[in-house]
């Protein structure tokens, strides 16, 4: 009787504890290819870029200092949004933080 107990609890007792390891696992930090930035956060955006990004960027990857297409992307694929909003915070509009 008591064999078939330990038979019983021990899978149960292996499922529990694989729960708890896997639950515990460190979790990566989202990127923005995880989907962190909205389309909703870039339509309340339109009005900001418009009025202190646009005299020296545009959206497109063909006009002056794109903020979009291949170039942009080689340039900070492998950045996080942190360094990002740090580097923007710190040197934007126009080498003035702010």
Known sequence: ???????????????VGGVLVSSQAPQKPKTVWDGVYTE???????????????????LTPDGNRPLSGESFWQSNTQKSVAELLGYVSKNMPNGNGG
Do not use: D, E
């Open 1 to 15: 009787m008591a064999g078939n107990r330990v038979l019983i609890l021990l899978p149960v007792l292996v499922c």
């Open 40 to 58: 909703a956060q870039a339509t309340r955006a339109t009005g900001v870029f418009g009025a202190s990004c646009a005299g020296c960027h545009t």
